[in-house]
């Protein structure tokens, strides 16, 4: 199957969903009537043999639009704000179900005071110091050193790909209402694992893990266990949740067995931001870390635990090298292209 007719089998699945899957009553029977849909998106990395593209599909359809779509099932999310009984809000739901983008409407995400705005150009900029130092130098550098860099990278491609998804959008949608939330909110300075997790990283992921885990589950356990305990299940699994779908990401990349090193790190990350919230309970505010020092200390932990647990994976199976290797040739190219373009006015 061509990239092309990925693409198509995409936007026709999602007008289907939004044709004829609205239109029959939420919860159950529209879920049933999801499941073909569920199925194609679970399968459609596996068409592809670029590493790259595997892993933004898995990422982009496998992951968040069938979590969207799974919302959409029983009416909730941020796709059904965008159902109408007409075409016209068609191509909003479209690239709101296939790309990892949040309405403002749907997600009041608590924004600090203390910033440090990068703006895309200059992630552009950041993105290629690193690429060249990690695609062309790698022999040169010390392992920590490259893994350092792996960590900028990741936080990088993440905010461009969603920054760049973003600005496409609301180029297309020109004259339609529609607000959109930047990608991240400076994780870099985060107090805490609570407010890394919940307030800064991947918040379209936060997001979505929010409505079709978390939130469910902590309600439905409330009534049995008590809302201290459901809270403390329910982010676990979120955690957990989290953790096999990156499994499942590079299992699709490396095609070998997962070696459960990167569940272990949600896994680790879950138990340690309920301990957290436990500590900051028990204390009730009474002692606090200066601002800085509970930032060195949950940055440097997300980075340590990353090194030992999320990366190694990664890195044994050469994922990491067929990716760079794959992303350094577009670089390069464009690179040559422009270089070129800047030459013939000279």
Partial sequence: MSSINICLSIILSLCYSYFISSKIPKGIPRLISLLPIFYLFTILPLYFSSPFLIALTTFFITWL??????????????????????????????FMASLPLRSKQ????????????????????????????????????HPKLILICYC????????????????????????FELELEPPSNEPYLST??????????????????????????????SEVVGRTWALRVAMLATFVVSGLMHELLFYYVNRV??????????????LCVMVEIGVKRALKDMWRLPGFVSGLLTVGFVVVTAFGLFFPPIIKNGAD???????????????????????YFR
């Fill in 321 to 343: 090298e067929r990716v760079l290797e794959e992303v350094g040739f577009c670089f390069d190219f464009i690179k040559d292209k422009m270089v070129q373009f800047v030459g």
């Fill in 65 to 94: 639009a069938n979590f969207k779509l799974l919302l959409f099932a029983f009416n909730q999310g941020p796709l059904s704000s965008f159902t109408s009984k007409n075409a016209t809000n068609l191509p909003i739901f479209i």
């Fill in 257 to 270: 067995s997962p070696s459960w090193e990167m569940t272990g790190f949600f896994v680790l990350h879950g």
């Fill in 106 to 141: 749907n997600t009041p995400i608590k924004n600090p005071t203390k910033k440090i705005p990068l703006n895309l150009g200059l992630e552009f900029v950041l993105f290629a110091i690193f690429l060249e130092l990690t695609f062309h130098h790698k022999s040169q550098l």
């Fill in 192 to 221: 805490s694992l609570q407010d890394f997790w919940g307030n800064r990283w991947n918040l379209t992921v936060t997001n979505t893990l929010r409505l079709t885990i978390y939130s469910p589950l902590r309600s439905a356990l």
């Fill in 152 to 175: 900028f990278l990741v936080f990088l491609i993440i905010d461009i790909l969603v920054a760049l998804s973003s600005n496409i959008v609301k180029i297309i949608l020109v004259g």
